[in-house]
């Protein structure tokens, strides 16, 4: 613990550094792309396929996301950069991830509840129905952000197109990911094939516990922990491999 805190203020200082708002980009990283995409929805009177609030159906749909997919951008070439730190005795590779993802939560987290309480306090959105369903969603799209990153960030160290592809793969998964739309309202043979994708249930989830009654979500509670137990077996045993090959002897 000791060692991933020490890396992880490491890695606040490198990349946030210690002028202007230093430390709180953490949170305005993630909270001005989703404003962004707010306003953008605003301005054009864009419609999403049904009378659901806008504010509250981008902040629930973007804020998941920046979760997962910041996770795995991080993780991603991140040995390369600090190979030097791996020959202090206690730091491992697996810590180099731990600190990113942990950063990458953090800031999602942050952006997420801020955004919705100042929404909700100024009357844009509402308090969500049924916490529980939120933090489950949240946690689901955490560890699975976790796991992926883990993947990728282990397969980047053996060549740099791994990096490439999951930035590819990262584009083609957005409009897949459910921020765009509710399972419910797609074509029911559709549903099925969409519902394979982990962080679909994730998305669904959430919103099933903001809206409420207002949506029927579809999600598995037993799929998305499968899913997760089997991504993040995939991800320590790649990392774990990474380490054989990088770490001093």
Request: net charge positive.
């Amino acid at each position: 613990m000791r060692v991933v805190g020490a890396l992880l203020m490491r890695e606040i200082l490198t990349r946030y550094g210690r002028h202007n708002v230093g430390f709180l980009w953490i949170f305005f990283e993630p909270m001005m792309f989703t404003l962004g995409v707010l306003a953008l929805w605003t301005a054009t009177k864009a419609t999403h396929g049904s009378a659901l609030p806008v504010t509250s159906f981008a902040v629930t749909g973007y804020s998941s996301v920046l979760m997962w997919r910041n996770c795995a951008n991080r993780c991603a070439l991140a040995i390369l950069p600090n190979q030097s730190l791996l020959y202090h005795r206690n730091v491992r590779v697996i810590d180099l991830f731990m600190a990113r993802v942990l950063l990458e939560i953090a800031g999602a987290t942050m952006s997420f509840v801020f955004l919705t309480a100042f929404f909700v306090t100024v009357g844009l959105m509402q308090p969500p129905q049924d916490i529980t369903l939120v933090l489950g969603g949240w946690i689901h799209l955490a560890v699975f952000g976790s796991s992926v990153g883990f993947i990728v960030g282990a397969l980047s160290e053996r060549t740099e197109t791994a990096e490439r592809i999951w930035h590819t793969m990262a584009y083609l998964l957005f409009p897949l990911s459910g921020a765009l739309f509710m399972v419910e309202w797609m074509p029911a043979k559709f549903q099925k094939i969409i519902l394979l994708l982990p962080m679909v249930h994730g998305t669904e989830m959430l919103r099933g516990g903001y809206f409420g009654t207002l949506v029927k979500a579809h999600y598995d509670v037993g799929y998305m922990i499968t899913c997760d137990l089997i991504l993040m077996f995939i991800g320590l045993f790649l990392v774990n491999d990474a380490s054989k090959r990088v770490e001093p002897e």
